[in-house]
């Protein structure tokens, strides 16, 4: 006799931090919620990441929200200014959906995600590519698994699709091995 355990309702909102960034909020079937660009201001990143984690809990009993942010450091050719910026805007992110997480019943602590991780999953790792082809080809890939039509600029976005996915493959697959 096989038991099929009923889980309750998991969303999953992945962050691409950065300025051309993206947010993401899959259900537990893998479908897209909502998503939309990095907001341009800390306000409007903290209202967006609050509305979207409460949305996702309104009238859903023992519903969570499993936040996953890519886990980022800087490159070789950035400079100390610009690389301080970036890491206040995305320690901002992390503390911010920390807080969310203390104060909001179901939401998960935020965990992080290297690139390579989540892009090796979807097979979208080629050293030889340039910065251009490998964001294309996130987005392109984005495209045909969801039937979307995001543009070259909309590669955040698409990035945040990939990392709430690889979240939610995860748990799929530790649930399983629970059943």
Known sequence: MTSSKQFPPIYYLGIDLGKTGGLALLNSAGKIVTYKAMPETPEEIIKSLINLCSWALEGEVQASVHIVMESVSPRPEEG?????TFAKHCGGVY???????LTMDGVQFP????????????GLIDSKASKYEKKK???DFVNARYKQGFKYKDNGITDAILIAEHARLEVENAQQECS
């Open 137 to 139: 080809a996130s987005v």
């Open 95 to 101: 503390y911010t959906c920390i807080m969310i997480h």
């Open 111 to 122: 965990s992080r995600i290297a690139p390579m991780l989540w892009k090796k999953t979807f």
């Open 80 to 84: 100390v200014v610009s690389v301080a």
